[in-house]
């Protein structure tokens, strides 16, 4: 090669050198089966594997729901039926899945585990909260409200701001568990807090003279204010503070979570909403 031209000799070079690359002079295999990124198996969002399917292929709709907070959810005791405004939202979704819908007993203080355990959804209420948005997600908001305070109607002016209610001697009645209980505990400190296990009877407390007032989302004051003529809900357009309702929906399903999204949004343009709500506020 001492005489080659200098053209010739650059190009054995560069093939010598591309041959101790790669041991021949074509593309090495670990090269040629180099992954692309977001090709990956699984990467793929139609791919992925969601819960969506898993309700399918079961046949069931499994929702956890503690039957004790109308107007959203209530257990008949005597029929063990349920009814509520989210209740009849869970069936028509499990319907529009093709799907039954089957109901989970839980409580408020158990309602994490039970959903992470055993169910597909979460309705009746549910107030989206940051400790519950660590192991859970949740749907579009249904509702948006806030805390706001319940009690005999001559006991309005008495118990219409946090500071009155925060009194030693005034009895706040709260359900065991839930967002209601963890704002009475932050907010009325001074005050004398009653937990209650029952909520489906927690307002006779008040009316019995047991309790003095208890503070819970404006939409449940507004429906015992219905039922019960004794009671009045305390400014519930004007709340303590600001909160949302949503259903409850496994962390990290995008897939399920789009479908219940879109599902909402057809049921509150399509009359299914106004349907499911007209027996409990008209």
Not at 47 to 57: F, H, K, V, W, Y
Not at 115 to 136: K, M, T, W
Not at 219 to 227: F, H
Request: aromatic share 8%; charged share 25%.
């Amino acid at each position: 090669m001492k005489n080659a031209p200098r053209a010739a000799v650059a190009a054995a070079t560069l093939a010598l050198a591309l041959s101790a690359c790669t041991g021949s002079g074509a593309p090495s295999s670990e090269s040629s089966s180099t992954p692309v990124p977001g090709a990956e198996a699984g990467n793929d969002s139609e791919t992925q594997a969601s819960r969506l399917d898993d309700i399918r292929e079961a046949g069931v709709l499994k929702v956890c729901t503690t039957g004790d907070y109308r107007p959203f959810t209530y257990k008949d005791p005597k029929t063990g039926k349920y009814t509520g405004l989210d209740v009849e939202m869970a069936r028509d979704l499990a319907k529009r899945l093709e799907v039954d819908a089957e109901f989970v007993d839980t409580t408020w203080k158990d309602l994490m585990p039970d959903f992470l355990d055993s169910c597909d959804l979460a309705v009746g209420g549910v107030s989206i909260s940051l400790d519950r948005a660590e192991r859970a997600a949740f749907s579009t908001a249904t509702l948006d409200e806030g805390k706001t305070p319940i009690t005999k109607c001559e006991n309005v002016d008495k118990y219409d701001t946090i500071s009155k209610i925060n009194q030693p001697g005034v009895r706040s009645i709260t359900p065991i568990g839930g967002t209601n209980q963890k704002f009475a505990e932050e907010h009325y400190p001074r005050g004398k807090i009653i937990e209650f296990d029952d909520n489906n009877s927690i307002f006779d407390e008040i009316i019995d003279g047991n309790a003095d007032v208890m503070t819970t989302d404006a939409s449940e004051t507004r429906w015992v204010a219905n039922k019960h003529p004794e009671l009045c809900a305390v400014h519930p357009d004007k709340p303590f503070n600001y909160s949302q309702k949503a259903y409850m929906l496994p962390r990290g399903d995008t897939a399920f979570k789009e479908y219940v999204d879109a599902w909402l949004n057809m049921a509150q343009h399509d009359g299914t909403t106004a349907k499911a709500e007209k027996p409990w506020f008209g």
